[in-house]
C-alpha cells in the first residue's frame, strides 16, 4: 500500500475512535463509489480552524457587532448575509456566557443588542425569529415589569452589555446586535484505495 493510503487509513481509523469515546460529534459516514472519496460530517468546527469575526462561545458561535447600529430588521438581514441569523438565547447558561463575553470585550450597559425575539406576529406573544419557537427564557429586565410595550409599539427584543437581562423595544431604534451561526458542520473527505 502507498505510505500516503496508508496515512489516511491510519487517520480514518483514529477519527472513528475518537467518534466511539466522544459521543458528542455526531458521525455520518458516506462513501462516493464514483469519487473514491469517503465523506465524514462532524456537527461543529475543529477547535484549530479559525471561524473569526464568529466566535465560540459555549456550544454556539456567535457575531457580535461591535460598532454598526442599526433597526431589528436591518440587523436580522446583516446576520443572513452572513447565513447567521439574530442570535436565539434559549437558556441562562447562554446567555450568561455571552453577557460574560461582551462585558470582557469592554462593552457598557447602555450597549444595546438585538436579539432574535419579538411579538410582531401576536402582541404579547414572543417567539424568537430564528427557529420559530416560543421564548421559554425571558429573563425581562426591571423594576418596571418588562415587557411593557411602551407606546404601544415595542416588539423587538434586545439583551444588554453587562446585564443578564432582556427588554421589549421599538424595532425602529438603533442598535447593536448579535447573530449566531447555525448548527455548523465539518466535512472530512478522505481518498480511498478500493
Ligand atoms: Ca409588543
Ligand atoms: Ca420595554
Redesign the pocket.
Known amino acids: 500500500m502507498h505510505p500516503q493510503q496508508e496515512a489516511h487509513l491510519i487517520l480514518l481509523r483514529l477519527v472513528i475512535l475518537s467518534c466511539c469515546c466522544a459521543p458528542a460529534l455526531t458521525y455520518l459516514p458516506d462513501v462516493n463509489i464514483f469519487t473514491n472519496y469517503r465523506t465524514e460530517v462532524y456537527n461543529g468546527i475543529p477547535s484549530d480552524i479559525d471561524t473569526t469575526p464568529f466566535i465560540r462561545i459555549g456550544d454556539n458561535y456567535y457575531y457580535i457587532e461591535p460598532m454598526n447600529k442599526v433597526n431589528w430588521f436591518q440587523a436580522a438581514a446583516a446576520c443572513r448575509m452572513m447565513n447567521a441569523h439574530l442570535a436565539s438565547i434559549e437558556d441562562k447558561p447562554e446567555l450568561e456566557a455571552l453577557v460574560k463575553y461582551i462585558k470582557a470585550k469592554g462593552f457598557k450597559n447602555n450597549d444595546y443588542f438585538w436579539i432574535s425575539g419579538n411579538d410582531l406576529g401576536t402582541e404579547g406573544a414572543f417567539y424568537w425569529l430564528s427557529t420559530g419557537r416560543p421564548m421559554t427564557f425571558a429573563p425581562w429586565n426591571g423594576p418596571k415589569q ?5 407606546g404601544g409599539n ?1 416588539n423587538c427584543v434586545h439583551m444588554f452589555g453587562t446585564r443578564e437581562l432582556i ?3 421599538n424595532c425602529k431604534i438603533l442598535m447593536l446586535y448579535v447573530c449566531e451561526a447555525s448548527d455548523p458542520k465539518t466535512f472530512k473527505f478522505t481518498y480511498i484505495k478500493w
Open positions: 418588562m415587557p411593557d410595550n411602551y415595542e427588554n421589549d423595544a
